[in-house]
């Protein structure tokens, strides 16, 4: 039941919402050729590429369609649901785990990610089976079992990297339940196996750190914003915040894991983690942490079942009346991240053929490759390298000289640019080059405005011709 609400919850409004920036290097980048693919891991983004990889296959299947790019995203939120779920029923209680599914597949927090065609859902889904395999490996391990433990590792690792921090959290766990020596031996050669598996990995996405130039050093609001994600309105933080307290105080193992030892480490660490480290090099944010949103929902749930003659029902449904709200205003199109789609839209409906078009920055390219249809018959008149030619999300352009060359010299005699929601007042050479030479040679004739996209039409400034002066005395030459 808890599957089938997440996948109720994923689906709802899913098809409404315009891909946003990074939705659209997702459509860009699984659309190209697997080799393609691999060129672009090379030179960036390689700790998506395993993700790109398997969203080509998806491609190929259900298009690139809003909805079909969301699928494997929704279909992760139903997997995590269950998997939560199991986990509860395994080491609580039945309806441990049926309160536990029930708030993971109605957190906000993981219903906004299954609605993204990145990988963090994915992320989720993984890393819960794996701590159902866990689960197995203290109850009955065998080496069939460690080993795909270790395949699942390395898949997670290899979807994205710092989903590895389960692994501390996981040991924690075993330590915690004074497991044999012998378990802590082949979990910890199946754990070295995975790492050694993904290593190439690590040392590639080491070249590419400035990918997270943008992340910022986090403070004590960062992790109340963190706290608030995973809970949503205050009044719910307060509810769920005093079920794990009371999960934590009285619940009852039931296997060979604690809901305790298993979910408090889980929750916390990779957090904790992350936090730290980015005091010294920004690496946080909150959506890098999603796998740890199950263990709050395993710990809630471990306190509400407490609750006698399922009377857990009342704080459910009151949970669910307070988050509705928020579910409406995520699944609003005004709400979400860019509107991509209506900015395409503006352009397939106002652009002529032979038209041209410039991008402020390159990357904002990729809403052109994530809604070709309505760029078809546009002059990219910067364009050197395609982006798959490149191995990157821009492509390469032309030199700032030659930029400026090629837009005044254009036959086209509309311009078309297209650029984020401001122009940032320090343009690199080349976006400044085809700000200047736009300016000079043209007259902005419109301008368009939607969420995260700004458009302006640009009209080619007609010359006069050179005016005829009589010869005095007023007579013209004959």
């Not at 794996?130 to 979807?159: C, N, Q």
Request: glycine share 8%; net charge positive.
């Amino acid at each position: 039941m808890p599957a089938l609400l997440a996948l109720a919850m994923g689906l709802w409004g899913a098809g409404r919402l315009s891909l946003w920036r990074d939705e659209a290097i997702t459509s860009e980048i699984a659309r190209r050729s697997v080799p393609d693919i691999l060129r672009c891991a090379r030179h960036i983004d390689a700790v998506h590429a395993a993700y790109y990889l398997f969203m080509h296959g998806v491609v190929q299947v259900f298009g690139t369609g809003e909805l079909a790019l969301r699928l494997p995203s929704i279909a992760a939120l139903a997997a995590t649901a269950a998997g939560v779920t199991v986990l509860g029923r395994r080491i609580v209680s039945g309806a441990a785990g049926l309160v536990a599914g029930v708030i993971c597949a109605g957190a906000p927090f993981a219903s906004h990610y299954a609605h993204e065609a990145r990988s963090y859902s994915l992320v989720a889904a993984l890393t819960v089976w794996l701590t159902v395999l866990l689960v197995d490996l203290a109850e009955r391990g065998s080496p069939r079992r460690y080993a795909a433990y270790g395949a699942g590792i390395a898949l997670l690792g290899l979807v994205h990297l710092f989903a590895l921090l389960i692994l501390p959290a996981h040991l924690v766990t075993l330590l915690m339940t004074r497991r044999t020596r012998t378990m802590l031996r082949r979990w910890s050669a199946a754990s070295a196996g995975a790492l050694v598996a993904v290593s190439p990995l690590i040392a590639l996405a080491a070249t590419q750190r400035n990918a997270l130039d943008w992340l910022t050093r986090p403070g004590w609001r960062d992790v109340r914003f963190l706290a608030e994600s995973f809970t949503g309105p205050r009044i719910v933080a307060y509810v769920l915040g005093a079920a794990m307290a009371v999960g934590l105080a009285t619940a009852r193992r039931r296997g060979p894991i604690g809901v305790q030892a298993l979910a408090v480490p889980w929750l916390l660490l990779p957090a904790a983690v992350l936090l730290l480290a980015s005091q010294f090099h920004p690496v946080f944010t909150g959506r890098y942490v999603i796998g740890s949103l199950p263990a709050m929902a395993l710990l809630a749930a471990a306190g509400l079942a407490r609750l006698p003659y399922r009377a857990w029902v009342v704080p459910l449904v009151a949970m669910a009346v307070l988050v509705a709200p928020l579910h409406v205003e995520q699944r609003r199109p005004e709400n979400w991240w860019d509107d991509l789609h209506g900015a395409a839209a503006i352009v397939e409906r106002e652009a002529r053929p032979g038209d041209a078009i410039v991008f402020v920055t390159a990357d904002r390219r990729s809403i052109a490759e994530a809604y070709p249809d309505a760029f078809r018959g546009l002059h990219d008149v910067t364009l050197r390298r395609t982006p798959a030619q490149a191995g990157n999300f821009g492509g390469t352009e032309f030199a700032p000289a030659e930029i400026d060359r090629r837009v005044a010299g254009a036959a086209a005699t509309r311009v078309w640019l297209l650029e984020g929601p401001w122009r940032m007042p320090s343009l690199a050479p080349r976006d400044r080059a085809k700000v200047d030479v736009l300016q000079r040679h043209f007259r902005q004739a419109g301008a368009w405005r939607v969420r995260g996209i700004t458009l302006s039409l640009f009209q080619r400034e007609k010359v006069r011709p050179p005016m005829q002066h009589p010869r005095p005395g007023g007579v013209s030459s004959p």
